[in-house]
């Protein structure tokens, strides 16, 4: 099932927000110690993905590229500018306010090289252990937004099954285009690139630097464009 990982994903936000509106008195150092363990834990996954190359230089291209196009396009920038309006749009709730609670947890579950990696290899491969992970991470850190944020953290469960099941649909699909040996390529400088994005991620919840990662994003486009001519000219 295509959209088994993107399901989980839902309903792992979903049960975790229940749990933490539930749950509002979570101890400060409960949070920050199970955070500081899915934090490392993202890193050694990143560092596993990130050695999935067979030629890290493209990755670095990538890397380089993508980046300075996010910066160029100021994607950060432009998705904290959409949380604004959409907070200024919608009302509050009794258990806080829902455009702050949703706005928060949908850039923080969607804005991430583990959606759209865990959604290409659900789609391409069958593969949902990313997603499955994710999910893990995702509900925790949710029931910990909502006890603090309230309810408008479940509703960030609608956008990322959307998002990530839209990706894994259009893999399954472009499946059918592409030979075994380009997609086996393609998918070791994803999930590599990918990984980079994932290290900075769990970089970004340990709190040792914060990394602007959604302007990488564009480095997952610049490195698939760069295995398709790779490959057309070799």
């Given at each position: 099932?295509?959209?088994?990982?993107?399901?989980?994903?839902a309903l792992g936000?979903?049960?975790?927000?229940?749990?933490?509106?539930?749950?509002?008195?979570?101890?400060?150092?409960?949070?920050?110690?199970?955070?500081?363990?899915?934090?490392?834990?993202?890193?050694?996954?990143?560092?596993?993905?990130?050695?999935?190359?067979?030629?890290?230089?493209?990755?670095?291209?990538?890397?380089?590229?993508?980046?300075?196009?996010?910066?160029?396009?100021?994607?950060?920038?432009?998705?904290?500018g959409l949380g604004?309006?959409?907070?200024?749009?919608?009302?509050?709730?009794?258990?806080?306010?829902?455009?702050?609670?949703?706005?928060?947890?949908?850039?923080?579950?969607?804005?991430?090289?583990?959606?759209?990696?865990?959604?290409?290899?659900?789609?391409?491969?069958?593969?949902?252990?990313?997603?499955?992970?994710?999910?893990?991470?995702?509900?925790?850190?949710?029931?910990?937004?909502?006890?603090?944020?309230?309810?408008?953290?479940?509703?960030?469960?609608?956008?990322?099954?959307?998002?990530?099941?839209?990706?894994?649909?259009?893999?399954?699909?472009?499946?059918?285009?592409?030979?075994?040996?380009?997609?086996?390529?393609?998918?070791?400088?994803?999930?590599?690139?990918?990984?980079?994005?994932?290290?900075?991620?769990?970089?970004?919840?340990?709190?040792?630097?914060?990394?602007?990662?959604?302007?990488?994003?564009?480095?997952?486009?610049?490195?698939?464009?760069?295995?398709?001519?790779?490959?057309?000219?070799?």
């Open positions: 099932m295509v959209l088994f990982g993107s399901v989980i994903n936000i979903i049960l975790g927000t229940i749990i933490g509106l539930l749950l509002r008195k979570i101890p400060e150092q409960m949070k920050q110690t199970v955070m500081t363990a899915i934090g490392l834990s993202v890193v050694v996954l990143g560092l596993d993905m990130a050695m999935k190359s067979s030629d890290f230089f493209f990755v670095i291209v990538s890397l380089v590229i993508g980046t300075v196009t996010g910066e160029w396009l100021k994607l950060e920038d432009h998705l904290h604004n309006m959409l907070e200024k749009k919608i009302g509050k709730s009794p258990t806080g306010n829902i455009a702050q609670g949703f706005v928060t947890a949908t850039l923080i579950f969607v804005v991430g090289a583990m959606a759209i990696i865990g959604a290409l290899d659900s789609g391409l491969r069958q593969d949902h252990s990313v997603l499955l992970t994710k999910s893990m991470i995702d509900g925790f850190t949710s029931m910990v937004l909502a006890s603090t944020l309230g309810i408008g953290v479940l509703f960030s469960a609608i956008p990322v099954f959307l998002y990530q099941g839209g990706i894994a649909l259009f893999a399954n699909v472009i499946h059918q285009f592409l030979s075994d040996s380009l997609l086996e390529h393609l998918i070791a400088e994803l999930t590599a690139t990918g990984g980079v994005l994932i290290i900075a991620i769990g970089i970004n919840i340990l709190g040792i630097k914060q990394i602007r990662v959604a302007n990488f994003l564009p480095s997952i486009v610049i490195i698939t464009i760069i295995v398709l001519i790779q490959y057309n000219f070799s």
